[in-house]
């Protein structure tokens, strides 16, 4: 017997007590309706350690499993959603270089130290028009003499632009242009730099008024001969489908962590939908709208629907920690997990868009918030019409080999 | 041969020429951004005639019949929804007086004169947790001696609340408790009052910060024994679901004039849809996304489902302007048209929004707008779940009489 | 006022009273069951002069449009569907050379006298893997003296292959390699050569033995070395999408009346759902399953999605009828409304399924005879998979015409 | 690290090889023709060990977990569906008394011994009309001197009922009006009354001619005072929803293992749809559909669908084999997993289908077979429809318990 539960809600009492979650739902309004970062979440999850869990025990972190990790995000995400959306870049990062560590490269350990130490790590991969994702870079990337690179390229919707020091990015080195290469590294900044929106050749836009997640304040980074120090340059891969550990290692924390914060949006919105029946009347029937059938049915139809998206998180993200081999088919379980949490999202608030009534049209009501934060999940890489042919070429393209543009 | 195409086309031309749809469709990214009521539009549209379109010949309009309307409203729509959505209201007004006239009821004259002199005309019928919606009301209705009414009771949703002279209005007249009445009258103001959101009983919200078609102000009203005079009382229906002309044209032109709407929105999302995937580059494939068979595909299964909606608009309008006997079809067949209308509208924006790529999701992107816009669709009367048990009881009551509870 | 309803139930009443559609309810049980042929039911529709209604009243015939044509057959395919999918090809035939004479060619006036004269005509268009459908052929066309054709190839899905007398067949004439041409024309043979399933240069397929439309015999026809004589080549469109009044006609006579035949499944459906719920009893809730709301809501989302069938169908054969000049948008009409027929046909007759319990599940209840029937619906050309790039390109590409790949 | 993807291999290559996957493959199709029970396959089944799969080992078998006989029988079912739903029913028996002895109920030992032995376990639970499935009884059970009970009444959808020795059955025991029972117990008859159709107070109806899942033989079978002996009564339960670990045992591994045949169902139709693209042409194209857009992404959306679907059985089959305690949620979970892999099957049958074109409307074509299967998912209890309640009373209704109507 493992009281895996058992664990679980030890860890959600640790780090996402009632009252913390409570606050962050308050904020959230708040932060939503003026368009503002979410600094009281980042100050209260920073002073309970929320930035360290993926770290292992002995740089000093709890060294959570991305199980533990999906769990404790669905859980942020039913109260804050951008706050959860936000912060996962910051956490897939270090649950990155866990996974590595996991399975023997221990290369990037100063992730893990630099966490510690409070540094900020934020995602530099999405560019405009760049399909090919991690496989890909419009951002060129000039190799320098000491080891080291300057880039220079758009990346978008980078969250935490207000407060990230380390920004994964990637970009094109063709210098030899018979081998052209994409090369992962970190960009530096200070805090201060961070503070004043820029930093050695980063400038971050102005401008952010969005539909949903808006206190992610995922902005567009502009860089200019950004620099990445020789040690803190992660790979070489060759351009194209190259398989490596460390976009292995992206995309299996990339898609299970935003499939969790998804997968708390929907489980939020079937209690708002929930809240709202028992609070309203029908003046034909005489009852409260939970007593009403076509209501009911609504939310149970979402709610079952619903059902699955928690369940395939747990499978996937245990069969990650657990090394287990799955081959080609690991990004269809990856992206597929990710996908069906989403559409969970959008269908949980929009159900209980139906169970608010008219009142849920303002867009100071938590219901629209939840609809507006679920619609951001189209975004995310790959969308679905990206992800389609993987799925196709898995069944019909035998001697392909199925590979997925996601990060 | 009718030739009700070439018609139709002339009809478009002389209302709605394609100029005037572009200036409509610039000036309403800035309502929607200030949160503004559609002025220019009004102006626009009343200077061309647009306030009297139903206005039959012997009273000095064009006398248009409702499926000519209904297209009329559906390219409007296609440019500025939350304007068609609240010139829709006084559109409704005089079409449901025309439904009276064609069937031999010709009572309400009044209207059409004074939609020829300049009245405009508001929809003042939902109200806070009244699924009776016309059947009901949760409106005090004190009669008076000399005939007229005083009402009291809060009116939601009343689009053109900045500028309406007239509001068709219901409440409950329960003086003779063995036979409690719903009575419908018009409220009447000034220009100036309207100007002033006020008027004699009348007060206006200044609360409006919704989700989509902002531009149409459909503000709360609170009603606090506001007049209606002897000569503008319409009707004075048994409480329940009792039949007449007046309810029956009212949700006719209610439904069909709603769902015009909607295909118009849907129409237009196709449209934004098709120049984005034009407009953007996929980098793995070397082409335009015009080319990429994903884009394609969902946005041709967007176009399949739109192509009913029109059609079935057509066909009730026709059967409605023809006189048609339907009994207790209509009401099925009223609403299926506009619940079809609005799923399409928010299927083909959905689809839109995935051509757009993440430009779609900032709020002053058109496609971002019309998604917003399409989703006031779920507020309608009768919702989705308010419409099931119509059409559960057509099949299953054989002794009930299927009716709808639908404005 | 048109009174068009009214016309509608007249027509019902003096072809397909409700004792004849009974009687045929009854027998289609045993024709599925039997995998037989509707002998008596072709002769009751014959002895009523339903195989005439599209023959003008210059010809004898009653002259029906296809508006009046295509209710009658939803009201068949309620009772009978095979039945009514058989009769089709052959109602199909006159209606085709109806459309042509209302625009003015004249030149097929034969087919009329013949039906007048007790021939059934068929259909012989579809071919394996030919998805050019009427643009193409995979049927060899030899060119003779005479300016007739032999003809050789392998037709599909070939209805009422035991009693036509005269195919409407295609083939690929490419005589002169630099201007191949498709020809059509008629097949002949005998009321005895049907009988034996032969002809010159016609053998038809003893193997039938499918899922739904069993009593249709669509079995497959091989020809060898066919006859038409001069006199009955009816076209010679060159190959490939070439506009042309006769494939325009087909394309809209077969996609709505096979449109309507799903409708009249559809509506059936409905009624034995509902019939089903009346006569079960939940032991849980102490009431019949008619008062259980997870039913009603069941059967009331089928028959929302249904109301739009008629309606599409309606609105799309009136202006077929009315010439109404859509242009590229016809192809669109018509396949979009006989696509959501077959949908809404297959989902009736699933939530049928499930209002009947496992009683459904037998071969022998009607609802499994319904919901095979319907699957039927999935191979009518073109499929959704087929249609979805016509669809695509009205909004995509511009310059190209929309065109349908659509028999 | 686990490794449990190398043991499930193991397990598969064990149990069953490819070349009895082949066999049985072919041997559907005969079964489903003939309308025959799958004897052939019970032998083979037998011969391997199959039927002791959940026996521990100090019984003597291999103690199997769930999650372990889930993908085998979503194995076993990608080759012969039917042959899976009906040997899930003596697994199942197996299956609820492994889940008792693991949560420290050794009560049932016995069926451990006489599966040994080689007795054949069937499921007779459902009833007609009974929708109170494991919580009320139609069958009258009459209690004995000895402790026995004698019962009378009617079992439907009776898998296994040419071969079953052991009949888990249930009934209502009114002996004390004020203590209404649910006893369950056990039904014994011999090998030679098995073959016969008979046994003591046991008969077994000659109708069987069903949609899909033929070779099951699931026919109703009546009890007419058929005997439980006293040491073969296994609960005497209050009647209604009371808790108890016998009934959850049961809907755990009915839910589960229900569903996996759906999983494997769903799985091959994947296959049998690449298959079918793969060998067909496109005369358009003028390539294999499998490289035909609108047929890959067909099946691509299949695919994303299914993934999720063997995920969700993981996930719920190791809690329930780790001893999570998820209280009121395991209704839940086990009835999503299992509608889920029903829906995945139907849609990736029907998906299937359609890549097919025509030839898999033929009865006798592989494909044709998985739709009709995959059609039987929706009758097994509870229905989509019943088990709506439950998920809306979770969310809805605080003080009451979530409860399945679910066995």
Redesign the interface.
Known sequence: ?????TRHRELAEHYLPDALLARMRERAAGYDRENRFFWEDLDDLRGRGYLTLFVPEEFGGPGLTLNQVSRLQQRLASAAPATALAVNMHLMCTGVVAAMFARGDRSLGYVFEEAMAGEIFAFGI?E?????VLY?S?TVAEPQADGGYLLSGVK??TSLSPVWTRLIVHGLDESDPDDPRVMFGFVERSHEDAAADGGPGITVSD?W????MRASHSRATVLDRASVRPERVARRVPAGRTPDLLTFAIMGNFQLLIGSVYAGIARRA??V??NA??G??????GTSY?E??????????A??EF??VP??L???T??FD?????GAAWP??FV??R??AVTAARRCA?SA??CS??AG????HEV?RL??DA??G??HPP??????????A????IDEEATA?SA
Do not use: C, K
Request: proline content about 3%; hydrophobic content about 40%; charged content about 30%.
């Open positions: 017997m493992t009281n895996r539960e999405s405009p028009a760049n399909d090919w890909g419009h978008i919707f401008r008024d969005v539909l949903g079937l209690e939908g929930a029946l028992r309203r009347r029908s003046a034909q029937r939970a009403v059938p076509e209501s009911r049915i609504r939310l149970a139809d709610h079952l059902t699955a369940a395939q747990d499978a996937t245990r069969d657990e090394l287990e081999d799955l269809l379980r597929s997990a996908l069906n929009e868009l139906l009534g008219g049209f303002s867009n100071d629209s609809l507006r619609t951001a189209l975004f969308s679905m019409d990206a992800a389609r042919p993987m799925y196709a898995a069944l019909l393209d543009d």
